[in-house]
């Protein structure tokens, strides 16, 4: 039998928006239940509740007796191993074709060898009718395709809870019907608890054993197919036969929320063949009759309807129905100043920083990404960096040959300049560039991963992305910062030397005899640590940013901004500190 899933007390906030709360309610064992309400009612969010990649601020979720919002992200993603999930879109990885991401979960958490994989993966790939377009990349297959792909690589570990979102977006009504089909097969086969959240009035009908619905941040009602369908209550009627008028309007915000039909007298009678026949004398609608559920094309006996069946006749499925009371008032959390919320954002930067030097240390090491990600933030960083180095170098050397010469301590000329240019200019140099170029591009990739729902999925299919997405970003960060470092040292000496002996008259050798007077071999290892630091500090904050990105376009744009700002801010900050440190504990050669 599939696995328990018990809800109690669930409340969510976004800011001020509070979303739905105090949410309870149970998913029987190995029964499908469909949780139903109008756009923006906080579908989705719930659902990514209990999958504990949203964090509710009150109420618990037992999955199998174990709290997941409780639960550490290290036991969330053991605990997760229990899950299918097929997101609205999918969330295939862009990066791999189907057949891949469809072995993905199988070559993470199985020690199943390729030719068993391929038997799984193919079997769950005909299941879903995708043999033949399993070699196309997920940018080649349309929507309704992703769809498929997605469900047939939340079936592959064999779930004991699948949930589903919006299985019909995308789907016309044919296919929609074959998918509702399919999962009905699906829970014959497996005894899996399914939760199924949707719009789709027949799918709501016909497929599953328990309904829910949210409206107006609250469980409206949840119970029973056999009670949910049949119910008078206005709200969950009026969605039922999508009839535009009644309390459901265009807005949650502009909704009235009318009891008159609710208190309505309501006339039960005997339907035809076992099935019951309600009419309500309210005006707007008239009689409904619990439509046939879908059974599975066999004729096997699914075992959740068995025992769903057997619940209702003994009176244990109670249909739950919210009092109507106006909960309109429920504020949600303040929203945090701007002083909090940027130092919750550093706060948050530090903590993605020590998980990721903790991870960086644990297997699996992707070295393949570690080289693909080293590859590309120096490929889009290094003549950039270059052209900054050259001006950089050369702006030093003039200051500082014109300000020596009126002191009077010309002959330290190169000293000043060599040690300016590594200490100092060169770190900032090269990290400025690789959080502009790099970062940038770094966030911007992570960013859409996750309006794409990638993130989520990797985390459901119990994958840290900071293992598997951060740390390779930020060790590149580090090598490319560590490369570009000397790159941009060299050049920017380079320079120094071109205008201090070249354009302003210096002498060659009173240039190199000053800095081998007054720099030391410290001075180089500071330059380069000051690059290790800086290139983590660029990579850390462009990954949080993108991990933490707002839904929509708009959202990864403010992210890829955030990201270069705070990197840039933070990067000043941590220089001074380390140069202020070095002066401190590392005295001057000949001081
Ligand atoms: N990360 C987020 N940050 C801020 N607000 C969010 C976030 N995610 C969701 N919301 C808000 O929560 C509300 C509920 O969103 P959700 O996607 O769960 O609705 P839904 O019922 O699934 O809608 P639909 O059926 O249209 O998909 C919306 O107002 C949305 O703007």
């Known amino acids: 039998m599939g ?7 669930l409340t969510k906030s976004y800011g001020r928006q509070n979303i739905w709360r105090d949410v309870s309610l149970t998913f029987p064992p190995g029964e499908i239940t469909a949780l139903l309400g109008p756009s923006g009612t906080g579908k989705s969010v719930f659902l990514k509740s209990i999958m504990g990649i949203v964090e509710p601020e009150a109420g618990t979720i037992l999955i199998d007796g ?41 070559r993470e958490h199985t020690r199943k060898n390729e030719t068993e994989i391929r038997e799984i993966v193919m079997e769950k790939l005909e299941m879903v009718g995708l043999v033949g377009q399993h070699h196309k990349v997920p940018g080649e297959i349309s929507g309704g395709m992703k769809k498929r792909a997605g ?19 995308g789907l016309d009504p044919v296919r929609t019907s074959n998918l509702a089909q399919l999962l009905v097969e699906v829970n014959t086969a497996t005894d899996a608890t399914m939760l199924v959240v949707t719009h789709n009035i027949e799918l709501a009908r016909t497929m599953p054993d328990n309904l829910g619905m949210l409206y107006r941040r609250e469980l409206v009602m949840f119970g029973p197919r056999e009670e949910f369908l049949l119910t008078d209550h206005p709200v969950v009627s009026q969605f039922m036969s999508g009839d535009p008028d009644g309390p459901i309007g265009m807005s949650e915000e502009t909704d009235h929320r009318s009891s008159e039909l609710f208190d309505a007298p309501v ?16 005006g707007a609608r008239a009689i409904e009759v619990l439509p046939r559920q879908l059974e599975p094309r066999s004729g096997a006996v699914r075992a959740g309807q068995q025992r769903h069946r057997e619940r209702v006749a003994s009176g244990g499925a109670r249909l739950y129905v919210a009092d109507d009371d106006d909960k309109e008032r429920v504020a949600g959390v303040p929203l945090l100043g701007m002083l909090a919320r940027g130092l919750t954002i550093v706060g948050d930067v530090f903590a993605l920083g020590l998980d990721t030097a903790r991870a960086s240390v644990r297997r699996p090491f992707a070295a393949r990404e570690v080289l ?82 990638e993130i989520d999925a990797m985390r459901v299919m119990g994958v840290s992305p900071v293992q ?25 000496v380079l320079g120094g030397y071109f205008f201090n002996v070249i354009v302003q008259g210096g002498t060659p050798g009173a240039y190199l005899a000053s800095f081998t007077a007054l720099a030391q071999i410290q001075d180089l290892y500071v330059g380069e640590f000051k690059a290790v630091i800086f290139g983590f500090i660029a990579g850390v904050v462009a990954c949080h940013r993108g991990l933490n990105t707002a839904p929509g ?21 941590v220089n001074f500190v380390i140069t ?7 005295p001057g050669k000949g001081a």
């Open 553 to 573: 376009p708009k959202g990864v744009g403010d992210s890829v901004n955030q990201s270069v700002v705070v990197t840039f801010l933070m990067l000043f900050f």
């Open 372 to 453: 693909e990600q080293f590859w590309f933030v120096v490929s889009v960083s290094w003549i950039p960096a270059i052209l900054v180095a050259i001006p950089f170098g050369a702006v030093i050397a003039l200051q500082l040959g014109t300000l020596t010469v009126q002191v009077g301590a010309q002959s330290f000329t190169g000293a000043a300049s060599v040690l300016a240019v590594i200490q100092q200019a060169a770190p900032i140099v090269t990290t400025l560039v690789i959080a502009g170029a790099g970062g940038a591009a770094i966030c911007a990739d992570l960013g859409s991963r996750r309006i794409r729902d």
């Open 468 to 492: 598997r997405l951060v740390v390779p970003r930020v060790l590149a960060c580090i090598g490319a910062a560590v490369l570009l470092n000397g790159l941009v040292s060299v050049v920017g």
């Open 267 to 282: 006339d039960y009678s005997a339907g035809p063949s076992g099935t019951a026949v309600m009419s309500r004398h309210a």
């Open 580 to 586: 202020t440190l070095y002066l401190q504990l590392v």
């Open 3 to 9: 696995g328990s899933v018990e809800v109690s007390g």
């Open 66 to 106: 174990e709290d997941m919002v409780a639960a550490k992200e290290s036991h969330r993603l053991e605990m997760r191993k229990k899950f299918g999930v097929l997101f609205q879109d999918g969330a295939l990885f862009g990066s791999m074709n189907v057949y891949d991401n469809v072995a993905f979960p199988l």
């Open 151 to 169: 469900l047939a690589r939340s079936l592959v570990t064999d779930p004991e809870i699948i949930l589903i979102d919006e299985p019909d977006s």
